[in-house]
């Protein structure tokens, strides 16, 4: 491990050489081999979907690590996405002249070498490649054992576009072990890693956040809140709650609790219930919900469960403040929504809540790279400092001061 690490250090140098336009001639070179490979990804998934069947893995896993060849082209497509983003690298952010006459410049550069770890999406590979090399990053990848024949398809794909334009392979790697220990051993080389970014299950989060030297950026569980408010027009509020919950269940900016508005929970409850039902949603309510409409009982530990399944909590609330106070009290900081016409009520909910995301009659499932325009993502963080939501091309630069003189003493 600490070899292959040293090679990857060692290759981000190769990085400081290569502008703009060359890296975003070799992204474009990577998605069109991504096309051309198509077959052999696919049959390197396929492979993955048996053992996947095999291992009893759940439909939202499934759906996850599926590949056709649509999802191949958005992959290349990503790529072509991220190429044709603006350069982060060598910005100048900030610049002034100080009193002692030194012209100092505050400018972006690339954070390192960046250990992704992650689970079940192949995409995710191509995805956290294409957004660090662009920002003349290394990265070292940890997919999924559930993935393990897509990723490594996926990463020849990109190596060979790298060796072609000789490159180092090193620039763009999987670990040579994919196992406990070596994740272990991963998350300590301080030496030469400069930053971890997690992405998976709520243990995997732990695991990485209390064991690491290395300086970790978290993607913690998505338990993600829609509040429906008096003042809602309920077509809408339906509509939304249907798609943040249904849409794709597997992810982490779906719903997994619904919040109503006791003063329309009796009109509203039954007509949201009729959607859910024709989406065959297992609902789970309070005891308010339940005099309604007949659900199973939500508990606590319901209320703080990320079921990445269609699966939904619902809880009658008084107002936009029971609402707020129930989301402070079981809000991984993801994303949370409030469905209102009410402009107070929507300005409270914004500045009350503090979630990476925070929406006003939308669907949390729009937090995410591709739909914010940043191409892509390699995570969402819900950490507070250095990056926090979808975590973009910017997210993966940090800066230096450079400082101009002409012969200055203190």
Request: charged share 25%; with cysteine.
């Amino acid at each position: 491990m600490e070899q292959f690490l040293e090679e990857a250090k060692s290759a981000s140098r190769v990085l400081n050489e290569l502008d703009g336009h060359e890296k975003n001639r070799i992204l474009k070179e990577m998605a069109d081999s991504l096309r051309l490979h198509t077959n052999e990804l696919l049959n390197a998934n396929e492979i993955d979907m048996k053992d996947g069947e095999k291992n009893n893995l759940t439909s939202a896993l499934m759906d996850r690590l599926f590949l056709d060849k649509g999802r191949v082209e958005s992959m290349a497509v990503a790529l072509e996405e991220i190429a044709a983003l603006k350069e982060p690298v060598g910005r100048v952010l900030d610049g002034w002249v100080t009193e002692d006459g030194l012209k100092i410049e505050k400018v972006s550069i690339p954070i390192g070498v960046i250990g992704i770890i992650y689970e079940s999406r192949p995409n995710v590979t191509s995805d956290t490649a294409a957004l660090c090399f662009k920002s003349s990053n290394v990265c070292v990848l940890k997919g999924g054992k559930e993935a393990e024949n897509s990723n490594r398809a996926i990463a020849k794909v990109l190596q060979d576009v790298l060796s072609k334009n000789d490159l180092p392979t090193a620039l763009i790697s999987l670990i040579p072990d994919s196992s406990r220990e070596g994740v272990n051993k991963l998350i300590k080389m301080d030496k030469y890693v400069d930053l971890i970014i997690p992405r998976g299950g709520a243990g995997l989060i732990k695991h990485v956040s209390e064991n690491a030297t290395v300086s970790v950026v978290k993607h913690d569980k998505g338990q993600c809140h829609t509040y429906i408010d008096k003042d809602a027009k309920l077509d809408n509020a339906i509509a939304i709650a249907i798609n943040a919950k249904v849409q794709r269940p597997g992810v982490c900016n779906a719903m997994e609790t619904l919040l109503v508005d006791k003063a329309i929970a009796s009109d509203a409850l039954p007509k949201l219930k009729v959607e859910f039902d024709k989406a065959h949603t297992e609902l789970k309510g309070c005891l308010e919900t339940q005099a309604i409409i007949q659900t199973e009982n939500a508990t606590d530990e319901d209320y703080d469960t990320e079921y990445l399944a269609n699966i939904l909590n619902i809880k009658v609330v008084d107002g936009v403040d029971g609402a707020i106070e129930h989301i402070v009290r079981f809000t991984s900081g993801h994303s949370e929504a409030i469905i209102t016409e009410n402009i107070s009520a929507a300005e409270k909910f914004l500045n009350a809540i503090d979630a990476a995301a925070v929406y006003v009659n939308a669907s949390t499932r729009f937090t995410d790279g591709g739909a914010f325009g940043f191409g892509a993502e390699v995570g969402i963080s819900t950490n507070k400092l250095h990056a926090r939501g979808p975590m973009g091309i910017e997210g993966l630069t940090t800066y230096k001061y450079k400082i101009y003189g002409s012969g200055q003493i203190r």
